[in-house]
């Protein structure tokens, strides 16, 4: 997630996630990152890393809790069906 972008070099700054591996696992950081790198980087089976052109702007907790808040709701959504077709049943 770029939070800073600068046009005349094509570096970004913001958190990066997934992407340095080391002996204790991998670790998100914060820091500078190049987008020619990123279009350059060779990945298995012919993949690259695009820019996404509809990506709409979204704050840091929503990038890192993304999957949670809509499983939560996704949960909550279920139990009501469930105390439903309980009551129903009766």
Not at 63 to 70: A, D, G, I, T
Not at 73 to 84: G, V
Request: hydrophobic fraction near 30%.
């Amino acid at each position: 997630m770029a939070s800073e972008y600068n046009p005349e070099n094509n570096i970004c700054f913001g958190y990066v996630q997934n992407l340095v591996p080391s002996e204790n696992g991998i670790f998100d950081e914060w820091g500078y990152f190049s987008i020619d790198e990123l279009e350059n980087l060779e990945l298995p089976f012919g993949l690259s890393i695009e820019r996404d052109i509809h990506f709409n702007e979204k704050t840091f907790k929503e990038v890192l809790n993304p999957k949670h808040q809509k499983r939560d709701f996704e949960i909550e959504k279920l139990k009501d069906n469930k105390k439903l077709s309980e009551e129903l049943e009766r």
